[in-house]
């Protein structure tokens, strides 16, 4: 048995005014209880040192760097390393990154036990728009703001377990679960910051959305017999509602964790990793079973093509 203690460490909401150095604060706090409860690594959600900027028009590059991390760990975030290495607790969250060669992305990051970085991912499918969209009851201007990831989906070994990470709108792409899958992944972490709304359909219920995103993660666990751990960034963030949410799937597919508020919470699982064997050696055994001959347009493809 592989079981690693894992908490799912959603955040409340962070207004634009909050520091960083209270997020963390409030990060630590989290840490502390996850801690307490014995677990092994705390995955924290998207963005989590800053409120969900994209959500705001900004034309002057400088106030949107305002937002960016230049190094990691740096002077706001050092406290979080050195409390997560001092318990011996692997972590995982996103910031928005800006590298030194001048690029935007939107990141997490993966540390051992002993804090070091073992994995970073670039969040690929950036929802969204990049110049203002009047015809939206907000804004959501991740592709303004950001560059698509260039790292693709990687998987790293860390703790005896194939881990990887997703970001936000990724979860809803079965191509994320799937490149990861075809490497073996057992664990996918990711963090989401989700409007409650739809900015183009304000009829749309919170209890769609929640279906929506438990419908992707539980399709991606079971799909590639792997736990699927997502953790949200929640509540009123200046006016603008996101969705709570947070669950950890297990291979089935099933939800073994759910978080009962939008605001800071721990979930924790004891999650063995060798629930993944079974999947991945009968009825998801990707090289007994599928058929790549028969897949060509998924990467040849964008979008749709009807037939002549
Ligand atoms: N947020 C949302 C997400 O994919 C969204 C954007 C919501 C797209 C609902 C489509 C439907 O969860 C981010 N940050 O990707």
Redesign the pocket.
């Known amino acids: 048995m592989r079981e690693i203690v894992i908490g799912a460490a959603q955040m409340g909401p962070i207004q634009k005014a909050d520091t960083r150095e209270a997020v963390v604060a409030r990060m630590i706090a989290l840490l502390d209880q996850a801690a307490e409860k014995g677990c092994d690594l705390v995955v924290f959600p998207?963005l989590t040192l800053t409120t969900f900027f994209p959500r705001w028009w900004m034309e002057d590059q400088a106030e949107v760097d305002s937002w960016f991390e230049t190094e990691m760990p740096n002077a706001a975030t050092q406290p979080l390393f050195d409390k997560a290495k001092g318990y011996g607790i692997a972590i995982s969250f996103g910031y928005a990154e800006k590298t030194p060669d001048g690029h935007h992305y939107n990141t997490s990051i993966l540390t051992d036990r002993e804090g070091n970085i073992v994995g970073k991912y670039r969040k690929v499918h950036l929802?969204g728009h990049s110049e203002y969209d009047t015809e939206r009851a907000f804004q959501?201007l991740?592709k303004r703001y950001f560059e698509p990831g260039d790292l693709g989906f990687p998987v790293w070994k860390n703790m005896d377990a194939w881990m990887g990470m997703a970001i936000?709108?990724d979860r809803?792409w079965p191509e994320t679960y799937r490149v990861m899958g075809l490497q073996g992944v057992e664990l996918v972490m990711l963090g989401?910051?989700?409007?409650s709304v739809?900015s183009q359909m304000s009829d749309e219920g919170l209890e769609k959305?929640i279906y929506h995103s438990d419908l992707s993660m539980t399709a991606g666990a079971y799909q590639n017999a792997c736990w699927v751990v997502g953790v949200a960034k929640a509540g009123d963030e200046d006016g603008h509602p996101l969705m709570a949410g947070s669950i950890i799937a297990d291979p089935n597919g099933f939800v073994v964790a759910r978080a009962e508020t939008d605001g800071d919470e721990l979930i924790t699982h004891a999650c063995d990793m060798d629930l993944c064997n079974f999947g991945k050696e009968t009825i998801f055994d990707f090289k007994r079973h599928r058929r790549v001959e028969h897949y060509g347009r998924i990467t040849a493809q964008t979008g749709v093509e009807y037939p002549e």
Request: hydrophobic content about 0%.
């Open positions: 998207e929802p959501h991740e936000c709108n809803r989401y910051n989700t409007p739809n959305r």
